[in-house]
């Protein structure tokens, strides 16, 4: 899947996880970026991740993601 898809994609899964339309994409936005991102969204948008894009990731993948573009790579490997 090519990257401008991914986040694309993953830009749509955040507007509906955090019902916030104006987030705006950078590889270096962090949770602390994003109001109300919080553990209990974490795990809502690993749900909404994984759903849409049909792929199963491990704790430990979540675990080492440290930025959004860091998710972008792992779904775009």
């Known amino acids: 899947m090519e990257r401008a898809e991914v986040i694309d994609r993953l830009m749509d899964v955040l507007a509906e996880t955090f019902d916030e339309d104006d987030i705006a994409y950078s590889d270096d936005l962090t949770a602390a970026d994003v109001p109300g991102w919080d553990s209990l969204s974490n795990i809502r948008l690993m749900v909404a991740v994984e759903q849409e894009f049909g ?4 704790i430990g993948e979540w675990q080492g993601l440290k ?4 998710l972008v ?3 775009t490997a």
Do not use: E, I, P, Q
Request: charged residues 35%.
């Open 55 to 58: 792929r199963k990731l491990s």
């Open 73 to 75: 790579a792992l779904l």
């Open 67 to 70: 930025k959004l573009g860091d």
